[in-house]
Every structure is written in C-alpha cells, then in structure tokens.
C-alpha cells in the first residue's frame, strides 16, 4: 500500500526525513536492483517549484537516504522512490513540512 493512502507526514522544517526502500518481485521474493533514487517536489522558500533526485545508498537488500527540509516552504512535498531501469514508482507518498 502506498504511503501517500495513510495522508501527509509532518516534518517540522528544518528538520530531516529518512528513507528507507526494499524491493520485491511479484512473486513477494526480495530483489535488488542495480540502484534507486528518491525523487522529492516542493516548493522552496523563494515560492519556486524544486525537484530533487537523490540517489539511494545500498546496504543488503535496503536501500537508504536522507532529504532535508531546510529549504522548503511550509506545505506538502510529493516524494516517489524508484528502482534504477524501472519509470514506474515502487512506493510514493507526502510529506507536510510545518511551522517550528
């Protein structure tokens, strides 16, 4: 189930959110892709749209990274993690970055 079924996480800004990413085939089996890269849209604190990739560290069969909100505005940032050769998202969700 995606995340974004669960409603926006609030991250307080300025603060950081953590990713972590596993892989699995359609059979359920854990696969490991030759890498993956979590793509976050907000918008920053000069009202510009800003998209980041940031690519995902391996570790095993996890894949990790970390996306800091000390640029964005206060609102929501739309995020999707991929496997390196695949256009479709594994898993995607919302972040809601609040006031301190």
């Given amino acids: 189930m995606p995340q974004i079924d669960w409603g926006p996480v609030p991250i307080t800004q300025g603060n950081s959110a953590f990713f972590t990413a596993e892989f699995f085939d359609s059979r359920g ?5 030759s890498g993956a890269t979590l793509s976050i849209t907000y918008t920053d604190t000069n009202n510009a749209s800003v998209t980041e990739a940031i690519t995902m560290d391996a570790t095993g069969s996890f894949f ?3 996306w ?4 964005a505005a ?3 940032a739309d995020w999707a993690i991929t496997a390196t ?3 479709t998202a594994a898993n995607n ?6 006031y301190p």
């Fill in 29 to 33: 089996n854990t696969t490991v892709p």
């Fill in 64 to 66: 990790t990274c970390t």
């Fill in 68 to 71: 800091s909100s000390t640029s």
């Fill in 74 to 76: 206060y609102g929501l």
């Fill in 85 to 87: 050769g695949n256009s």
């Fill in 93 to 98: 969700g919302q972040i809601r970055v609040i």
